[in-house]
Structure formats: structure tokens, C-alpha cells
């Protein structure tokens, strides 16, 4: 492989279903300049008897890889918002180290979501100093689980991000220093952040229905009483594969995230597969 170009695998992990991508990347004078090559969606279905939640998409990912994938593909694994658990970790002057950070984290998991927070893989994302910073936690085992698969595919796993970091690094831009929402929409699931100045206060992931849209506004009425927030924040920015009818005469402001154009995939027709190849 040339040191100008390399295979790339992008791989959306969720509950029901893969999303798989695999993209030839080409280094230019603006960085490496992607090119889709293959897609496809795998259904995944979760059987009585899986010990995890994930097994099903995992055992699909292990079968779907020999074909799909090349050696030595660098690869990305998108977690659905399913198999993710976040809190945000409130700022403490008293804490002077990383060490002391994340044992602080880890004791508001444990007070949040109880003893099986001991069995997850934490990590912190940093914020500015005096500002809570948001966690993320996923099960260790599903963790080990793609490292080991990763390693007999040979692929080289570049990094495993939660969804919702993967939305709002592909919403900085817009968001930049703005008071605003970001909804992500899975099937059967939101995941609802907070920001002022660009900068996220309150974050939360809850189930919904096929008719999510509609009840978006009520919501946003619900988590901006719990979040206390402001009600002058009314700017909603929606990541969604699909672009639902969306209530008007509400106070709300709502924005579709409108993902790059990439060769290899048309703007409309391939709009779900683009949404997860940034960022």
C-alpha cells in the first residue's frame, strides 16, 4: 500500500443492525481526501438467550468482515448510543491530578447506574477549567471484545467513539460557542446534550417511538426543566439518518445536521451512510 493511500473501515456498531463502510484514502495538500468504495447495512437479530446485549451485532461483525473488509484497514468503531452510559462529572478544585479525576468519575458512575459500573471502561472528555466534563462508559468485555476481533482480521483498530462524540465533533463548526441542543436519533432512541458557549452542561440518553419528531418539543420542555436550563436556549440541532416531519409553531428552532458531500455516495439517497463517516 502506497504511503499515499490506504484502506479505511468504518464500522457503525448497533443494537439491530452494522453499518459498514470501507473507503480508499488518498493524502493530498488538504489531508487525506476520502473516496467510499463499498457499503452495506447487516441486520442484527439479538437472540433470547445472547448473554449481552451486543452479541448478535458482534457474532454479524465477526462473519461479515472476511468479505468486506481488507487487511491492514485502518479502522474506526462507531458505538451506538445503546451500549453507551454518560454523566457529566462536575468540577472540583479539590482534585489535583488525573489519578484523583477519574477516581471521581468513577465514584459517579458507581452513584449513578450502581455496582455494574465497575465492570465498564470509563473515559473523560476534557473541558475548560471550572466547567463539568462529560464521561463516557462502555462495558469492558464488548471493549476487549473488538480489540481481540480487530487483531484476527488484522485490521488496525485506529479508535472505538461513541456516537454522540462523533455528532458533536461533526457539529463544532456550527455550534461553535453557541447555546443550543444536539439530538441524536437512533431507532427507538435519543440522546439529548446541553451546551452554552459550545461547551456541553448536561447530557442524557432516553427511549422514544417512531414518532420521536412530534414529540420532541414536549421533550425539550422535560430535559430543559431538568437540566435548569435557560429558556432562551431554543436552537436545536438534529443528527438523524432520517429526516422526519418536524412540529412547527413551537419555540423551538430546529436544524438538520446536513452531512458532507463524500465521492462514492449520493447527497440524498446515501445521507445515513455519510452521517457516520466524519468525524
Given at each position: ?75 474506526t ?31 459517579t458512575?458507581?452513584?449513578i ?15 475548560r ?14 471493549l ?13 483498530l ?95 428552532h ?26
Open positions: 500500500m502506497s504511503l499515499l493511500s490506504r484502506d479505511e473501515l468504518r464500522v457503525v456498531f448497533g443494537p439491530d443492525q452494522l453499518i459498514l463502510l470501507k473507503a480508499r484514502a488518498q493524502r493530498s495538500l488538504l489531508g487525506w481526501q476520502r473516496e467510499v468504495v463499498d457499503k452495506c447495512i447487516v441486520p442484527c437479530a439479538r437472540q433470547d438467550d445472547d448473554a449481552e446485549p451486543w452479541g448478535a451485532t458482534l457474532a454479524a461483525l465477526e462473519q461479515a468482515l472476511p468479505t468486506f473488509a481488507a487487511a491492514s484497514a485502518r479502522t468503531v462507531v458505538l451506538s448510543n445503546h451500549f453507551v452510559r454518560y454523566a457529566m462529572i462536575p468540577w472540583s478544585d479539590a482534585l489535583s491530578d488525573e489519578q484523583e479525576e477519574r477516581a471521581y468519575a468513577e465514584h458512575f458507581r452513584e447506574y450502581g455496582d455494574e459500573a465497575a465492570d465498564w471502561e470509563l473515559r473523560i472528555s476534557p473541558n477549567a471550572g466547567k463539568p466534563q462529560m464521561a463516557s462508559a462502555v462495558d469492558a468485555q464488548l476487549r471484545a473488538l480489540r481481540e476481533l480487530g487483531t484476527r482480521h488484522q485490521l488496525v485506529d479508535s472505538v467513539q461513541p456516537l454522540l462524540m462523533l455528532a458533536y465533533n461533526q457539529s463544532q463548526a456550527a455550534l461553535h460557542d453557541k447555546d443550543a441542543w444536539l439530538v441524536i436519533v437512533e431507532q427507538n432512541y435519543l440522546c439529548v446534550m446541553l451546551l452554552r458557549s459550545g461547551q456541553w452542561v448536561w447530557v442524557r440518553t432516553l427511549r422514544s417511538s417512531d414518532a420521536w419528531a412530534q414529540e420532541l418539543p414536549a421533550l425539550l420542555e422535560r430535559e430543559a426543566f431538568l437540566a435548569d436550563a435557560d429558556v432562551q436556549t431554543q436552537d436545536v440541532f438534529i443528527s438523524s439518518p432520517q429526516r422526519a416531519v418536524l412540529p412547527e409553531g413551537t419555540r423551538w430546529f436544524h438538520y445536521f446536513q452531512p458532507a458531500g463524500v465521492p462514492g455516495l449520493e447527497p440524498e439517497r446515501d445521507r445515513h451512510f455519510a452521517l457516520y463517516l466524519h468525524g
